[in-house]
């Protein structure tokens, strides 16, 4: 195995053993700060795909609009996931590294047990296409971040 793939391995524990320990408390910050962005789900969210593929595992693919200003609440991704940007500019909020920007026909990867944020900064909304790779029945989604439908109550 690589350097990289054996401190890969090793984040992947942190960052699981981190996420387990944090499971159920209030998580409000992305390295420290408030990440920018009116918390707002993301709207007129169509179902592209959602089967199970050929090794069992739920395939589960979405298009949505993240409305300009607004920003999904802090959240994991067990599995992991990765965006596509359609029109619009996301900037995504990940533990541990500095904000990403992701204009139209860029995508970018969601790593597992992280916590993150995706943001629409800009004026105009921004159409993405999320894929995700799940257990059947598994959340493709885990909202840490009170004052967001689905996260945890204060």
Not at 8 to 16: D, H, K, L, P, V
Not at 29 to 39: A, H, M
Not at 95 to 114: D, K, L, R
Request: charged share 15%.
């Amino acid at each position: 195995m690589s350097r990289w793939g054996v401190l890969s391995a090793a984040c992947a524990c942190f960052a699981t053993a981190a996420v387990a320990q944090e499971a159920t408390s209030i998580v409000r910050t992305i390295n420290g700060l408030v990440p920018p962005g009116e918390l707002k789900p993301l709207q007129g969210i169509v179902t592209m795909i959602d089967t199970i593929d050929v090794d069992g595992k739920a395939l589960l693919v979405t298009q949505g609009v993240r409305e300009a200003g607004t920003r999904v609440g802090i959240h994991v991704h067990k599995y992991g996931g990765h965006t596509c940007v359609l029109s619009g500019v996301i900037t995504d909020f990940v533990q541990g590294e500095a904000p990403s920007v992701y204009p139209a026909g860029t995508c970018y990867y969601m790593p597992p047990n992280v916590h993150m944020t995706a943001a629409n900064l800009g004026t105009e909304d921004a159409v993405v296409i999320d894929t995700f790779v799940v257990p059947p029945g598994a959340p493709a989604i885990t909202i840490l971040e009170p004052g967001y439908p689905g996260g945890p109550e204060e």
